[in-house]
C-alpha cells in the first residue's frame, strides 16, 4: 500500500526500438525486501480470514477493468516486450481468463470436500491458505502468466510478494494498480522489481516463504528448487515451489497426415512471437516418406514472412526482447550452420533493435545440439524419421518433456503417442 522510490532504477526499453523508453521502475533492494516480507506475513494474518467470495469479487472486478482497457494493455505487451498485436491480444485476453477462471474455481472449492463421518464423530475436509508466496515471472507472457500466478495465490487467501521480470516491469506495475483498483487491500500484493541475484535469492530463501511460483528458465529453475529445499533459522515448514521451466516443443509430422496443415503449424508454432516461447516448435521430425514435402513447403512459408517493429501490423514477426537473447540465438545459429543445412534465415541485425530471420536448418542428427537445448528464439530444426516409433523416440530424446504435438491420420499413431510420447 505504499509507494517507494529509489534512486536505482530497472529501466524498460522497446526492444524493436532500443531509443524508445517505455518506463522506469524503482528497484527493489534487501531492505525493501525486508520491509514488503514482513508486511506480506502481517497482512495474512487477516486476509487468510477473508471470505473467499469477497476474494473471488475483487478477481472478478479486475477482470471487468481489464477488459474495458484491453487495447491499452495489448499495445503495452507490443511496446515492451516486442509482441505482434495478435499475440499481445491473446495474452491480455489470458490474463482475463485468468482471473476470472481462478475467482471461479475459488467458488467452487470453498467449502472443502464431502467426507464420511462415523456416528459420534464429525470429519471435515477443507482449504487453508500456505502464507506468503514469492511469484517470479518471465518475460515472454508479461501479463497472461504474471497476472495468472498472483491472482491463483491471492484468491486462495494467500499473501504476495510479485518479482516480475526486469525487462517487462511496467505491465505488471500497471496490472498492481488493477488490483489496487480493484479493491485489494494494502499488504495483499507486493511488487518488488529486482535484480534475481540480489532480491530473488533473499526471498527464495527466507524463512517466512512459504512457497515460490516461477516461470521462466530450466537452470534459474533448479536452482530456486534446490535453495527452496533447505530449511533455514526460523523456518517452521518445508516450501513448496511450483517451476515451469523450458522446453524444446517438438511436432512430430507423420506420412499419413495433412502436409499443408503440417507445413503451416510448424511455421505458426515456430516463429510466433520470434519463438520466445516454451511451447515454440524447435524440432520438427518428419518421416522420411513426406520429408522432402513438409521441409520444402516450410521454407516457401518461411520465406513469405516480415520481419520488423510489431507497431506496423503487416510484420508477422518482431524482435527477440534483449541483446543477451539476441547473442545467444546468433550463436545457436553459428553452430546450426556446422550440425545442418541452412534452409531460410540465418542472419540478424541489432542496430535498431533486436531482430533474427525466421530460420530453418535441415538434416539434423538426433544427437545434435540443435536437437537438444533450448534456444528460445525463432530457429526451428529439422529431422528424419524411418519410422513413426522411431520419431517419438528422437523426440523425447532430450532433457525437456513441456509440450509437443503430432499431426497425424493414423488412429493407432495417436494412441502410441498418447502412451509413449513424455510430454506435458
Avoid at 128 to 139: A, F, M, N
Avoid at 337 to 345: N, S, T, V
Wanted: proline share 4%; hydrophobic share 40%.
Amino acid at each position: 500500500g505504499e509507494r517507494i522510490t529509489t534512486d536505482d532504477k530497472i529501466v524498460s526499453i522497446n526492444p524493436a526500438n532500443k531509443e524508445e523508453l517505455i518506463g522506469r521502475v524503482s528497484k527493489a533492494n534487501k531492505d525493501l525486501a525486508e520491509k514488503a516480507m514482513n508486511t506480506a506475513y502481517e497482512t495474512f494474518q487477516t486476509w487468510r480470514k477473508f471470505k473467499p467470495e469477497s476474494r473471488a469479487d475483487i478477481l472478478f472486478r479486475a477482470a471487468a477493468i481489464i477488459r474495458r482497457r484491453k487495447h491499452e494493455f495489448s499495445a503495452l505487451l507490443t511496446k515492451e516486450a516486442g509482441k505482434p498485436w495478435n499475440e499481445a491480444d491473446a495474452d491480455t485476453a489470458e490474463a482475463i481468463d485468468f482471473l476470472e477462471f481462478y475467482a471461479r474455481q475459488m467458488l467452487q472449492i470453498k467449502d472443502g470436500v464431502k467426507v464420511e463421518s462415523r456416528p459420534g464423530e464429525y470429519n471435515r475436509y477443507g482449504y487453508i491458505p500456505l502464507g506468503v508466496g514469492i511469484v517470479i515471472s518471465p518475460w515472454n507472457f508479461p501479463f497472461a502468466i504474471m497476472a495468472g500466478t498472483t491472482v491463483a495465490a491471492i484468491v486462495t487467501g494467500n499473501t504476495v510478494l510479485l518479482k516480475p521480470a526486469s525487462t517487462t516491469p511496467v505491465v505488471a506495475a500497471k496490472f498492481v494498480e488493477v488490483m489496487e483498483e480493484a479493491g485489494l487491500p494494502k499488504g495483499v500484493l507486493n511488487y518488488v522489481p529486482g535484480s534475481g541475484a540480489e532480491v530473488g535469492d533473499y526471498l527464495v530463501d527466507h524463512p517466512k516463504t512459504r512457497f515460490i511460483s516461477f516461470t521462466g528458465s530450466r537452470d534459474v529453475g533448479v536452482r530456486i528448487y534446490e535453495r527452496a529445499s533447505k530449511v533455514n533459522e526460523g523456518q517452521i515448514w518445508l516450501k513448496r515451489v511450483i517451476a515451469e521451466m523450458g522446453g524444446k516443443d517438438t511436432i512430430v509430422v507423420d506420412s499419413d497426415s495433412d502436409l499443408e496443415l503440417a507445413a503451416k503449424s510448424i511455421v505458426a508454432s515456430s516463429f510466433g512471437f520470434s519463438g520466445q516461447k516454451c511451447s515454440a516448435c524447435s524440432r520438427a521430425i518428419v518421416l522420411e516418406d513426406v520429408y522432402d514435402t513438409v521441409l520444402d513447403r516450410v521454407v516457401e512459408l518461411t520465406k513469405e514472412l516480415t520481419v520488423g517493429n510489431p507497431v506496423d501490423r503487416s510484420n508477422f514477426m518482431g524482435p527477440v526482447i534483449d541483446q543477451a537473447a539476441f547473442d545467444k540465438i546468433m550463436s545457436y545459429v553459428e553452430i546450426g550452420k556446422e550440425e545442418g543445412r541452412l534452409m531460410a534465415g540465418g542472419e540478424g541485425d541489432n542496430s535498431t533493435g533486436f531482430f533474427v530471420q525466421p530460420t530453418i536448418f535441415a538434416d539434423l542428427k538426433r544427437e545434435d545440439r540443435l536437437m537438444k537445448e533450448e534456444i528460445f528464439g525463432p530457429v526451428v530444426a529439422f529431422a528424419k524419421a524411418k519410422d513413426f516409433t522411431e520419431a517419438i523416440e528422437i523426440a523425447n530424446d532430450t532433457d525437456y518433456g513441456l509440450t509437443g504435438a503430432v499431426i497425424t491420420n493414423n488412429r493407432a499413431h495417436i494412441d502410441q503417442a498418447k502412451e509413449d510420447f513424455h510430454v506435458g
